[in-house]
């Protein structure tokens, strides 16, 4: 049977370590799901596999693109998807890695195929949030689609553009373009999620900043501080870095936001998993259970 082994958990839980063994134990390719690491520009800020481990093991997915360049979870699930069909006529068992939950997602589930939205309307949209603020769109959005109004986050201001741009473009609700149903795979997926302690992931994350800081971070984010409005550096790191650059926090304020933006961001991670209850749950460091596990998938045990 063609499986597809999906190995999520939030952002510093050890995914990328852990990853590289399971790799090797079932003679896999690695396949990222992570929304941030498929930009070329951004290593440091998105964790990317180091240069070691991305010899050691072929990845996909991996600083594939520009920042400038378009992409979404509805084009990774058409490319995941191709690509899963491709290596399965050479591997029974293929392993996708990450912490995007979209991206996961529209592997596993799939997600609704929305319109296209032109240009001009996608200007017009951003035009007016720039003049008038997220409240003019969510008063549209109330009276286009009171559904979605309820169920938006509210202060997430790209959610609300998206929504209203689908709404003007196509003249309908949003909401009726969001089935939620699942789409059928032509391959297994198992799904395995890490979790640690609360304190134990916070420790890592305050750490692995740390870490960032140290191995150029600021440098990164300098050298894209001009493209800063584009939605692929809309990301924790990159916005707190960006308004130290404004002059508006100091280093160290920068650094307790990225780190407090990552706990908050890792908390959403964990509620979103929870709520599937598909995924079997393990420590990082209980490699060998894992590997069990997945043995036991394999041989239909």
Not at 62 to 73: E, F, G, P, V
Not at 204 to 217: C, E, K, T
Not at 241 to 261: C, H, P, Q, V
């Amino acid at each position: 049977m063609k499986t597809l082994f999906v190995l999520l958990g939030p952002t510093s839980v050890g995914k990328t370590a852990l990853s590289m063994d399971i790799a090797r134990h079932i003679g896999s390719p690695i396949l990222s799901a992570d929304s941030r690491q498929i930009y070329k520009e951004i290593p440091v800020g998105t964790a990317t596999p180091t240069t070691e481990q991305l010899a050691q093991i072929r990845h996909y997915f991996i600083a594939t693109h520009s920042l400038q360049d378009y992409y979404s979870a509805s084009i990774f699930e058409e490319e995941a998807i191709a690509l899963i069909q491709k290596l399965h006529e050479t591997h029974d068992n293929l392993l996708l890695c990450g912490g995007s939950m979209l991206y996961t997602d529209a592997v596993c589930k799939g997600i609704d195929d929305m319109p296209t939205v032109k240009d001009g309307i996608r200007q017009s949209v951003w035009e007016q949030f720039e003049k008038q603020g997220l409240d003019s769109l969510l008063q549209e959005l109330e009276i286009a689609d009171p559904q979605h109004y309820r169920e938006v986050d509210k202060q997430n201001y790209r959610r609300v553009i998206h929504a209203v741009e689908i709404c003007r473009q196509t003249g309908k609700p949003y909401s009726a373009f969001r089935t939620k149903s699942v789409k059928k795979r032509p391959f297994r997926i198992v799904k395995m999620g890490l979790v640690r302690e609360r304190a134990d992931l916070f420790d890592r994350i305050n750490q692995r900043v740390d870490s960032m800081i140290n191995n150029g971070l600021i440098d990164e984010a300098r050298s894209v501080y001009s493209l800063r409005r584009l939605n692929s550096l809309n990301t924790v790191g990159f916005k707190e870095l960006f308004l130290y650059f404004d002059g508006i926090y100091t280093l160290d304020e920068a650094m307790e936001k990225i780190k407090r933006n990552t706990r908050v961001y890792a908390r959403k991670q964990m509620t979103w998993y929870r709520r599937d209850t598909e995924i079997a749950w393990f420590h990082p460091d209980n490699k060998e259970d894992i590997l069990h596990f997945m043995d036991e998938k394999i041989h239909g045990k």
